[in-house]
């Protein structure tokens, strides 16, 4: 069994728009001081609208119109469209629109927390998947599903139990990344695994999500075995049990086990990447400007702390990818 854990802190960026290969992901930046944000190409030929906001931001999104063939389609109308019971969300699809135009009718231009996940019809999983807001989600142990995308506009934690029974000892291939479902299984720098699980029972895991989407992707075409009970809570938290799968954006506080750890970024020296072995304060490690060769690390303790400052421009940003024995 090989288990892979990262812990990850997002690039800054007055414009948050992260594209894959067949989606974009926008959030309130994207919006704030923009009359209007082009899509172009994504729904040429059929694509599906999915949107995340929060109850302080529904006035703000009410005037943010999604200009379709049929009319304006507000973000709050499409992030209110989920199952009330199972917190399933639907999407709103769009045909035959090479450029589709997303209009900010608010005073000052204003936007509030937003997600909005656009995909294309050529994306991997766009039939098949599973997306849900966070908030109050909760799927029971039940059919077999490739992959499952959780949307929300606040951080939150996402959990999933191992399987009790006959199943806790049944192998599982599970990769988890902070992207839509189209871009789960996409090998790329951009956007690392945050757990990776190969040929093994699978232990469980806790997420702390400090952005807008996780996706999860189960292999049932070599392992016919469901997901665990899945759920998430709205809120994060930086202290961490390491005897228990789980990721968190930095700083983390953890738990005693052999670790090891590769530290990737570009952060300068007056802004450095520092690592704290608890039980021996006087000895950090500052990591900066690794290139794209991570620096490597492993030591016993009973804890220890991850401390990063970013400089305060768009640029910088580091990984912490950690396994164990």
Known sequence: ????????????????????NHSRIYDEFD????????????????????????????KLASNI???TAKGFVSVADVANRYDTTTHQKFYLEV???????????????????????????????????EIYEASGFQRPVSTLVEAITVLSALPFTLTQAPHEGDLSSATQEVTAKMSGFDAVRETSERCPHLYYLR??????????????????N???NHFKVPPGF?????????????SRPGWMGSPGFHGKLNTYMDVVTNSDADHPVVLWN????????????????PHNFGWMANNWTIDWMPDGTDKTHFMVQWTND
């Open 278 to 293: 608890r039980e021996d304060d006087f000895n950090p490690f500052y990591i900066y400007n690794t290139g794209d060769f």
């Open 95 to 129: 045909k035959k629109a090479p450029s589709l135009t997303i209009i900010n009718s608010n005073a000052q231009l204003a936007a509030g927390p937003l997600v909005l996940y656009v995909v294309n019809q050529a994306g991997d999983f766009f039939s098949s998947s």
């Open 230 to 242: 899945l759920k998430a809570t709205i809120g994060i938290t930086n202290i961490r049990d390491l």
């Open 199 to 216: 040929n093994g029972p699978f232990p469980g895991f806790t997420m702390d999500v400090n952005g807008p989407i996780v996706s999860v």
């Open 31 to 58: 919006f704030k001081g923009q009359s209007s944000v082009i899509i172009d190409g994504l729904c040429k030929d059929s694509c599906h609208i999915f949107a995340s906001i929060t109850d302080e931001s529904q």
């Open 65 to 67: 119109l999604i200009q």
């Open 218 to 220: 189960y292999n049932i």
């Open 1 to 20: 069994m090989i288990g892979i854990l990262i812990f990850l802190i997002l690039q800054c960026a007055s414009e948050a728009r992260v594209d894959f």
